[in-house]
């Protein structure tokens, strides 16, 4: 067992004068006025190469190390400040008889700040810097006297960032630094020594392939507060990035929740990777972490137009970013109330429009128009967040995860789904462009749903989508419902509905759902009825039947395997002509058998999606 010393006794003292500092800084930024606030206030200078420099430059007075320690700098500048004149002067306890003692008879003058910067490890790693080269640039001396400095902060002040030097030079004209300062500068000390040698740790280990070491490290840098985590008494919750990383997105506007963080993560990888397999601008509309809705741009045909309350005019009219976000709304416009959008082209005036009159939270894209930025900005009071992808963003390899005390790792998703998957074709000789397109939507779709999970295309757009049930053909119920809530949306009945003036476009979103679904009760009934100008007459079950027939040319996409041909015979009553799952099943013979009995065409793309 090891042996736990005890603790060094000594003076105490809230404010410290600093009599001698050390500043060894690969960052030249604000050098200059901290040097010269720490000269004016009487202080000797410490400084070592391209720093002693600068300060000389400036006439400053200052001394080099190896004349303060009376010894030189060597082995390659492998040591320079490795001296018990150095950790000795920052080490010493302060009003401790032997220490001080030891300090006279060795010649230790006390140093009382150090102002260092860490060689740049991670930049190196980041611009491809061979082993070789990675290994000299571990910093050995400035992570010694930080945590030297760290640990002595009773006495001594440690200065790892420009971002601190206001501050200090502030409390060395004061007459010196606080006790509260020097415990919060040696927290952020220890903080950055952990991330360094984190960093150091992961690419070493990355290094050696079968022979990693047993203990991973990973390190955080808190980026900003959360109001709440899921719910309101989950607090504190906050974003984090990775030590050495950028965050994907920027925010522009608004202040996004845990779940609106969750939801924008899921949906910009969803469209920025159909958008790069369809080469059409994409959008998805999020809720809850699965997609209600996506779509790439594809023209909307005249019973499209009247079922989303557009013009043919407005509709020709529309940009692609436009067109795609407003059909990936009208999926499922009921449970889009609320959502989180994301599109991947640039936000044009136009697409800016139509988010202006529908309820959501806020949007993620790759970039924004002055015009657009202007009118999302105006919307929900000012609080409509706005996030802006980070452009050139490379999320990490290996995905973590910690849940209940366990920290899940996996190689993250990064199969993208395009047409080179469509090879195994069953039921026909080949698929068309438009039918792959629309397998490649529905997969990319399912792949960030929450599964189990199946999701039903046409013409570029999801028209449903089944997520998280424990039974695939429950999967295939719910989000076939939504297919057939889809379709009716475009009976001639429900085009006809005569509203009042003045009920509002959910309202009027919320009622045709109601009408076709048809289940009203009765005190739900008068509320719906006094929406409209005359009481519509009963969309009856035959009316739907007949409708349906006409239904074709849907796909349905699975994120595994069908297991059973149930599945099959309910798409079969929603218009599904083309199918795409992994494949893989021992029942995948009964199952082209059942899509060979409705004339359906099955692609195999060997890949699963589960999502959780």
């Given at each position: 067992?090891?042996?736990?010393?005890?603790?060094?006794?000594?003076?105490?003292?809230?404010?410290?004068?600093?009599?001698?500092?050390?500043?060894?800084?690969?960052?030249?930024?604000?050098?200059?006025?901290?040097?010269?606030?720490?000269?004016?206030?009487?202080?000797?200078?410490?400084?070592?190469?391209?720093?002693?420099?600068?300060?000389?430059?400036?006439?400053?007075?200052?001394?080099?190390?190896?004349?303060?320690?009376?010894?030189?700098?060597?082995?390659?500048?492998?040591?320079?400040?490795?001296?018990?004149?150095?950790?000795?002067?920052?080490?010493?306890?302060?009003?401790?008889?032997?220490?001080?003692?030891?300090?006279?008879?060795?010649?230790?003058?006390?140093?009382?700040?150090?102002?260092?910067?860490?060689?740049?490890?991670?930049?190196?790693?980041?611009?491809?810097?061979?082993?070789?080269?990675?290994?000299?640039?571990?910093?050995?001396?400035?992570?010694?006297?930080?945590?030297?400095?760290?640990?002595?902060?009773?006495?001594?002040?440690?200065?790892?960032?420009?971002?601190?030097?206001?501050?200090?030079?502030?409390?060395?004209?004061?007459?010196?630094?606080?006790l509260a300062l020097r415990k919060k500068y040696a927290a952020r000390a220890f903080a950055l020594s952990?991330?360094?040698?984190?960093?150091?740790?992961?690419?070493?280990?990355?290094?050696?392939?079968?022979?990693?070491?047993?203990?991973?490290?990973?390190?955080?840098?808190?980026?900003?507060?959360?109001?709440?985590?899921?719910?309101?008494?989950?607090?504190?919750?906050?974003?984090?990035?990775?030590?050495?990383?950028?965050?994907?997105?920027?925010?522009?506007?608004?202040?996004?929740?845990?779940?609106?963080?969750?939801?924008?993560?899921?949906?910009?990888?969803?469209?920025?990777?159909?958008?790069?397999?369809?080469?059409?601008?994409?959008?998805?509309?999020?809720?809850?972490?699965?997609?209600?809705?996506?779509?790439?741009?594809?023209?909307?045909?005249?019973g499209e137009c009247s079922a989303y309350e557009v013009t043919r005019e407005a509709a020709d009219a529309?940009?692609?970013?436009?067109?795609?976000?407003?059909?990936?709304?009208?999926?499922?416009?009921?449970?889009?109330?609320?959502?989180?959008?994301?599109?991947?082209?640039?936000?044009?005036?136009?697409?800016?429009?139509?988010?202006?009159?529908?309820?959501?939270?806020?949007?993620?894209?790759?970039?924004?128009?002055?015009?657009?930025?202007?009118?999302?900005?105006?919307?929900?009071?000012?609080?409509?967040?706005?996030?802006?992808?980070?452009?050139?963003?490379?999320?990490?390899?290996?995905?973590?995860?910690?849940?209940?005390?366990?920290?899940?790792?996996?190689?993250?998703?990064?199969?993208?789904?395009?047409?080179?998957?469509?090879?195994?074709?069953?039921?026909?000789?080949?698929?068309?462009?438009?039918?792959?397109?629309?397998?490649?939507?529905?997969?990319?779709?399912?792949?960030?749903?929450?599964?189990?999970?199946?999701?039903?295309?046409?013409?570029?757009?999801?028209?449903?989508?089944?997520?998280?049930?424990?039974?695939?053909?429950?999967?295939?119920?719910?989000?076939?419902?939504?297919?057939?809530?889809?379709?009716?949306?475009?009976?001639?009945?429900?085009?006809?509905?005569?509203?009042?003036?003045?009920?509002?476009?959910?309202?009027?979103?919320?009622?045709?759902?109601?009408?076709?679904?048809?289940?009203?009760?009765?005190?739900?009934r008068v509320r719906w009825e006094a929406q409209f100008e005359t009481v519509p007459s009963p969309l009856?079950?035959?009316?739907?039947?007949?409708?349906?027939?006409?239904?074709?040319?849907?796909?349905?996409?699975?994120?595994?395997?069908?297991?059973?041909?149930?599945?099959?015979?309910?798409?079969?009553?929603?218009?599904?002509?083309?199918?795409?799952?992994?494949?893989?099943?021992?029942?995948?013979?009964?199952?082209?058998?059942?899509?060979?009995?409705?004339?359906?065409?099955?692609?195999?793309?060997?890949?699963?999606?589960?999502?959780?």
């Amino acid at each position: 067992m090891a042996h736990i010393l005890s603790a060094v006794g000594g003076a105490t003292a809230d404010v410290v004068p600093v009599t001698r500092a050390l500043l060894s800084v690969s960052d030249k930024t604000g050098l200059i006025p901290l040097a010269q606030a720490l000269h004016a206030s009487g202080a000797q200078l410490l400084s070592t190469g391209g720093t002693a420099a600068a300060i000389r430059a400036a006439g400053i007075p200052v001394t080099d190390v190896s004349d303060h320690t009376g010894s030189p700098e060597c082995l390659d500048g492998r040591v320079k400040t490795l001296h018990p004149k150095i950790h000795g002067g920052i080490l010493a306890v302060r009003g401790n008889e032997k220490h001080e003692a030891d300090m006279a008879a060795n010649g230790i003058g006390a140093i009382d700040m150090t102002i260092l910067n860490l060689y740049p490890f991670g930049a190196t790693v980041a611009k491809g810097g061979d082993f070789a080269q990675c290994i000299e640039n571990i910093d050995i001396g400035g992570p010694s006297m930080l945590r030297s400095t760290a640990k002595n902060h009773a006495f001594t002040t440690i200065v790892t960032n420009p971002d601190q030097y206001e501050e200090v030079i502030a409390q060395i004209k004061s007459g010196g630094t606080s006790l509260a300062l020097r415990k919060k500068y040696a927290a952020r000390a220890f903080a950055l020594s952990a991330s360094y040698d984190s960093a150091i740790a992961c690419w070493f280990s990355s290094q050696l392939g079968d022979d990693a070491a047993v203990v991973q490290t990973r390190a955080y840098v808190p980026e900003f507060p959360l109001k709440y985590g899921c719910n309101p008494h989950q607090k504190p919750a906050g974003i984090s990035s990775l030590m050495g990383s950028e965050l994907p997105f920027d925010v522009l506007n608004g202040v996004p929740g845990y779940i609106n963080l969750l939801d924008a993560t899921n949906a910009w990888q969803l469209v920025e990777e159909l958008g790069r397999a369809t080469g059409l601008a994409a959008a998805s509309s999020f809720k809850h972490v699965s997609p209600a809705g996506a779509a790439v741009a594809v023209p909307l045909s005249d019973g499209e137009c009247s079922a989303y309350e557009v013009t043919r005019e407005a509709a020709d009219a529309l940009t692609p970013v436009a067109l795609a976000y407003l059909r990936a709304r009208n999926a499922d416009p009921m449970c889009s109330f609320g959502d989180f959008a994301a599109v991947s082209d640039v936000v044009d005036e136009k697409t800016a429009m139509i988010l202006k009159k529908e309820v959501s939270d806020g949007i993620v894209a790759a970039g924004y128009t002055p015009e657009a930025l202007a009118i999302l900005k105006t919307k929900k009071g000012g609080k409509f967040i706005i996030l802006k992808a980070t452009e050139g963003y490379a999320p990490p390899q290996v995905e973590y995860r910690e849940v209940y005390g366990m920290t899940f790792s996996q190689k993250r998703n990064d199969t993208v789904i395009t047409r080179d998957h469509m090879n195994v074709v069953h039921g026909a000789d080949s698929i068309s462009d438009d039918v792959s397109r629309d397998m490649i939507v529905a997969s990319i779709c399912v792949k960030y749903t929450q599964s189990n999970s199946v999701g039903f295309a046409k013409d570029g757009m999801m028209v449903g989508v089944g997520a998280g049930q424990q039974s695939r053909v429950d999967c295939v119920k719910l989000a076939g419902r939504k297919v057939t809530t889809w379709y009716m949306r475009q009976h001639p009945k429900v085009l006809a509905l005569k509203f009042k003036a003045g009920v509002k476009r959910q309202d009027r979103v919320n009622a045709r759902v109601r009408y076709i679904e048809g289940d009203l009760t009765p005190e739900e009934r008068v509320r719906w009825e006094a929406q409209f100008e005359t009481v519509p007459s009963p969309l009856k079950k035959s009316d739907q039947d007949e409708f349906m027939k006409k239904a074709t040319g849907v796909t349905v996409s699975s994120d595994a395997f069908f297991p059973f041909r149930d599945s099959i015979d309910h798409a079969s009553k929603v218009g599904v002509s083309y199918v795409v799952q992994p494949g893989g099943s021992v029942q995948d013979g009964a199952v082209n058998a059942a899509c060979e009995e409705y004339g359906m065409v099955m692609v195999h793309t060997g890949v699963r999606l589960f999502h959780h």
